[in-house]
């Protein structure tokens, strides 16, 4: 066996009795990542594969950006580590420059070390400022792994314990292919999903709810996609029971939908809290809430995130925030991806066993069910997944019941990446059939 090869092997054996059994690569025979460059990763033999997943949407500009490891370099050079006790330039810039992109008016910036961690902040704003335990979220949501971020999730399979001090109601809507509405058009789906919401406000809360919590596009849950305005149609129901407006832009974020910076813009809205995480580092720890200083300072006892924010973070975001600007990487995200789209749907065109394409600019997806049905089918996902890789493609999986392939390209991919990856997807495809 090569060298390499027995290397890998000793390395997933490690993994597994070290690591807790929750935690699981991909793969029958994981990939040891050694190195990257761009939309590229090389793994300890030399193979190269190309990254459509970006560490599930998080290395998003590119492998070794240079521009962004000289600004890690020279700041780790500097002071790697403060604290919010003292004055960070870094810190501070980039909550001017977030702040600043971010669309809520007169906006505040809290930094944290996880997606997790912002979206329980948000919660804790949320909560305080309408001073109330009452949730709603998403049906086949994500939002992390803390008792509370659990407790807004309505995905199974990521939802380890129930346990949590908030009251949480699910709201009908984020998911259209498993809807009771799907066959409704865009304005009725968007109707009857307000009528729920309308209920379900009336029916199993005591009406003085805290915050409705969603992602513009449901990241975990496949890549789903409501119609632009739904959540327009949402808030005006909302507000008139001035219950506040959380977009979680963990996933959406940064201009990777390519029509717009935010997810949160296809719906015609401003939220009162953004909750950012991912891809703003381009892989360095770094994560945040930003809302409205009547929002943000509505918090009465001290509060802070050792390393949220930190200089190395603080750098490390700037020179990604910059690069998405500077090269417009929204931009690119919206040619690539209606490029990509245009290779999916063809392919699901000429394929019985995928429901559907779906997703906004470098955020797709394609979902595998039982031909002729919408029942989903995983075996077949994991042999798509399994068979991408034999092509030399990383994509990611996801979905309720693990039947979705996700493809998020890095927001600087080009146009014969993207022919690349349709290429061996279509081979991947043809392979599982
Ligand atoms: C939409 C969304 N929110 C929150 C999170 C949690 O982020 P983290 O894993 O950084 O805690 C994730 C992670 O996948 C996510 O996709």
Redesign the pocket.
Known sequence: MDDHRSRADELANRYRSVLPSWVKPLYAEPIVVDRGEGSWVYDLGGTRYLDFFGG?LTTMIGHSVPEVTAAVQAQAAKVMHTSTLYLSEPMIELAAEIAAVSGIPDAKVFFTT????A?DTALLLATTYRRSNQVLAMRNS????SFS?MSITGHRSWSASSFSGLSVSFVHGGYRLRSPFRDLDDEAYTQACVADLVQIIDMTTSGDVACLIA?PIQ??GGFAVPPDGFFGAMKKELDNHQILFVA?E??TGWGRTGDHFWGYQAHGIVPDILTF??GVGNGITL?GVVARAEVMDCIQAVSFSTFGGNPLSAAAGRATLRYVLDHDLQGNAKAMGERLRAGLDALVDGTAWLAEARGRGLMQAIEMVHPGTIEPDAARSNAVLEACKAEGLLVGKGGLYGNVIRIAPMLTVTADEIDEGLRALKAAVAASG
């Open positions: 599930v996880s997606g997790t961690e979206n994500y939002h992390g792994r971020a992602e990241g975990v979680d963990v996933q995480a991912k994560a």
